[in-house]
């Protein structure tokens, strides 16, 4: 699985989008971007994935750059409820039989 | 539903003694998966299975680390004997062979060895 580089902190302004990059520029044409997030004391969550295309649910839009090397998570309207830690993940394939390679993620803050 | 639940939520042994925690995965997911997280090494795969079966624990640390899943709603992470540096929160996610990979966590147990 490609790996993946995300900063390793960063503020964010409760009420305003938050944009939390991640690079992935080995990322092959059959692999997932995935993004998990774990606030503290909690089990990771899942929050969107993505292969090609920009997709958007109810908690983050993924915008996934052309090339796919590297994509953003956007959180339309940030709350303190939004501070933890956020996972870019690649994985090769859908299904339930991936294993998840946390990386050490993003320290996001949202700061009111 | 329940979500995953996982118990005991905190252990705390002395080193030597066996440790058992305990995962009841969501109804109907075929994947069960144990995580291990530290400081030192973050979130690690452990193991996971698939239909009851164990697929890959390449992640176990070594023998005295075992897992076991009798049926589709239970399984057990067992230390025998434990040691300080198995102290961690150990967590179990379950998913379903679907369309997507979202494992559902469950609020993890931690775990201190003196």
């Known amino acids: 699985d490609a790996k993946t580089t995300q900063p390793p902190s960063m503020d964010c302004a409760e009420g305003r989008a938050a944009n939390l990059p991640c690079n992935h520029s080995?990322?092959?044409?059959?692999?997932?971007v995935y993004w998990y997030r774990q606030i503290h004391s909690q089990g990771p969550q899942y929050i969107i994935h993505?292969?090609?295309n920009n997709e958007t649910n109810e908690m983050a839009s993924l915008i996934i750059t052309e090339d796919r090397k590297s994509s953003t998570l956007i959180l339309p309207h940030a709350t303190l409820r939004d501070t933890a830690v956020y996972y870019c993940?690649?994985?090769?394939?859908?299904?339930?039989?991936?294993?998840?390679?946390f990386g050490k993620g993003n320290q996001v803050v949202v700061i009111p | 539903d329940a979500g995953v639940i996982q118990s005991p939520r905190h252990e705390v042994t002395e080193m030597g003694q066996e440790v058992t925690l305990r995962c009841k995965p969501i109804?109907?997911?075929?994947?069960l998966f144990w995580y291990r997280q530290t400081m030192m090494r973050g979130l690690e795969l452990l193991i996971y299975?698939?239909?009851?079966?164990?697929?890959?624990d390449s992640g176990m640390p070594e023998d005295r680390f075992s897992a076991k899943m009798p049926n589709a709603s239970f399984s057990t992470l067992k230390i025998q004997p434990s040691e300080p540096r198995d102290s961690a929160v150990y967590f179990c996610?379950?998913?379903?062979?679907?369309?997507?990979?979202?494992?559902?966590f469950g609020p993890g147990t931690r775990l201190t060895v003196l």
């Open positions: 996610a379950s998913s379903t062979s679907g369309e997507y990979n979202e494992q559902f």
């Open positions: 080995t990322i092959s044409g059959n692999e997932y």
């Open positions: 993505g292969l090609k």
């Open positions: 993940i690649v994985l090769r394939s859908k299904g339930g039989n991936n294993r998840l390679a």
């Open positions: 109804s109907g997911h075929d994947y």
């Open positions: 299975f698939n239909n009851n079966v164990p697929i890959d």
